[in-house]
């Protein structure tokens, strides 16, 4: 039998386990099965002559457990050294929860592609005038603050933020929600 063979009849096997492990590791978040396919992946990566070693001594899953372990812990490793040589970046990538209020599918009330174009151009025109007002040092946040968060949230992720500008990822995440409901209010104007 060829190690992928074995891999292959030990994996679906196990599948199940495996599946669970992974759900445990997310808890229950859309990426446990981009785990378990990255786990699948990786599992006939492994060396011929390792996979029939622990198939010999019945204990594969022990391979499977350290594979799904290595790539959890991986995900959130930031990319020290951009040359082929340094660490790669996980698969596993979670976006950022946007927590958008708005449902779309039709809307009773008729709204058309003019009015959400006008929308738009109402977003547009908050976010350029929020851009360019004076910054302002009080205890309540800007426009500007507001709007620089939401904008820099959408182009990265808070965990990238929060480690780059070393501010506290609640605070970012706090910051980018007022962002949301300023936006949406001054849009509805």
Known sequence: MTSKQIVDKH?????????????????????????????????????PEVIQKFSDLNKLHCIGLKIIRSLYQKRLMPIKNKSPKGRESSPLFETPSLGYDIDFVEDPNGVDELEIQMLYNRAIEVIQ????????????????QLVQTFTEVQRKNINRISIETKVNRKFIHDTYKEAQEYLQKEINK
Do not use: A, M, W
Not at 129 to 144: A, G, I, Q
């Open 11 to 47: 994996f679906e096997k196990n599948y199940n386990y495996y599946r669970q492990v992974c759900y445990q590791y997310y808890r229950g978040r859309y990426l446990f099965e981009d785990l378990l396919n990255e786990t699948y992946i990786h599992f006939v990566q492994v060396k």
């Open 129 to 144: 005038e929020s851009l360019t007002c004076p910054v302002k040092h009080c205890k309540e946040k800007t426009p500007y």
